[in-house]
């Protein structure tokens, strides 16, 4: 009886691959949660100064949310997240939520 040789992976082999592929994850994992915090800190940035640049272009004194929204200075979408998100207006100035 002749004995076959059957072609496959060693164990070694095996826990070589899967030790690769964990430090592979350890490097990738902290940094796409650092550019997600970084896209989210640049978005947050351009809808302040959106929001900024529609107060200042208001006329009329002391805007509210509201206000710009039936003015349509700003969008329904863009009044609820300035109000959900805690943005403020102080004096003309558009005061970001402490996060």
């Given amino acids: 009886m002749l004995k076959t040789k059957h072609s496959a992976f060693t164990l070694i082999e095996m ?3 899967l ?3 964990s430090l592979l994850l350890l490097i990738i994992i ?3 949660n650092q550019q997600k915090k970084s896209a989210e800190n640049k978005t947050n940035a351009a809808f ?4 900024q640049t529609q107060v200042d272009m208001y006329d009329g004194q002391n ?4 206000i710009l929204e039936k003015e ?3 969008s329904e979408s863009q009044a609820k997240k300035a109000v ?3 943005y403020k207006i102080n004096d003309g100035n558009v005061v970001a ?3």
């Fill in 48 to 51: 302040r100064t959106t929001l």
């Fill in 15 to 17: 826990v070589i691959v």
């Fill in 19 to 21: 030790f690769i592929i």
């Fill in 72 to 74: 349509h200075y700003l």
């Fill in 84 to 86: 959900k998100d805690g």
């Fill in 30 to 32: 902290p940094n796409v």
């Fill in 97 to 99: 939520p402490n996060k």
């Fill in 63 to 66: 805007p509210s949310w509201e």
